[in-house]
């Protein structure tokens, strides 16, 4: 007998934008091919399953767990009205169906280049206000903390980012909070942000698309003291490094 995903309950006790998101290091670095809507869709389905008993994570683990996001929670989670929030609760909950997540890992015989699914299931009723995402169960893994190594980040942290660049740039730099620097090749770098065929070959789009755009964002809005340099190997930037902390007099506790 097929066993059905497992509706996630809401916690009440803590606004959502004060609860946390959790996602495996390897997702945080990896492509996770999301626009800001659907970006924002899956943080808040995971800022749902915070604290939540072991029991329904483990059970979310083996089929797959549903959450329902509710178009007033979304509007005022990111700043947009109603309308805005319901209309890209659905449109993002069907794009998502279409979207995969990718981790890269060594192997063996080199690197292991792993896909798949965020979702398994996606319903919305008209008037309803409220759109349902089952999350498929191979992404379990990455999302739920159930073991290895996490990055983690309250919402309200990121709800403010209007840049997808500036998004997955912090996340980036929140797997490597402990030490304060990051420090990627350009090629690990590109995949990590998802960056548009133009700026592949050419760093200075990159630049101008992607990283300066998104540093001075996260500067503005999350209170982080970041510097960034290119690595060069002759007149070729062949790495990056980050080097930020918290701005001790920033509004937002990293």
């Given at each position: 007998m097929e066993r059905k995903a497992k509706m996630m309950q809401v916690r009440t006790d803590v606004a959502v934008k004060d609860r946390y998101v959790n996602m495996s290091n390897a997702l945080a670095r990896g492509a996770q091919g999301l626009s800001l809507s659907q970006k924002r869709i899956v943080a808040l389905a995971m800022a749902h399953t915070d604290s939540m008993p072991a029991k329904d994570l483990i059970a979310g683990a083996a089929v797959g767990w549903k959450v329902r996001l509710a178009a007033h929670e979304y509007a005022e989670a990111f700043e947009v009205d109603a309308d805005t929030a319901y209309r890209q609760l659905k449109d993002g909950g069907d794009s998502l169906l279409r979207c995969l997540w990718q981790t890269v890992s060594e192997g063996k015989k080199g690197a292991v280049i792993t896909k798949g699914q965020w979702l398994s299931l996606a319903e919305y009723c008209k008037g309803g206000g409220y759109v349902d995402i089952t999350f498929h169960q191979k992404v379990a893994p990455h999302l739920l903390a159930l073991r290895g190594t996490f990055t983690m980040y309250k919402l309200k942290q990121a709800a403010a980012l209007r840049s997808i660049y500036a998004w997955r740039l912090f996340?980036?730099?929140?797997?490597?909070?402990?030490?304060?620097?990051?420090?990627?090749?350009?090629?690990?770098?590109?995949?990590?942000?998802?960056?548009?065929?133009?700026?592949?070959?050419?760093?200075?789009?990159?630049?101008?698309?992607?990283?300066?755009?998104?540093?001075?964002?996260?500067?503005?809005?999350?209170?982080?003291?970041?510097?960034?340099?290119?690595?060069?190997?002759?007149?070729?930037?062949?790495g990056l490094v980050f080097k930020f902390r918290p701005d001790p007099q920033g509004k937002l506790d990293l």
């Open positions: 996340e980036c730099l929140q797997s490597w909070k402990t030490k304060g620097r990051w420090s990627p090749d350009i090629e690990e770098f590109q995949k990590a942000m998802d960056a548009p065929a133009s700026c592949l070959k050419d760093f200075g789009q990159l630049k101008r698309r992607v990283i300066e755009p998104a540093v001075k964002e996260l500067r503005e809005k999350d209170g982080l003291l970041l510097e960034w340099e290119p690595v060069k190997a002759g007149r070729k930037v062949t």
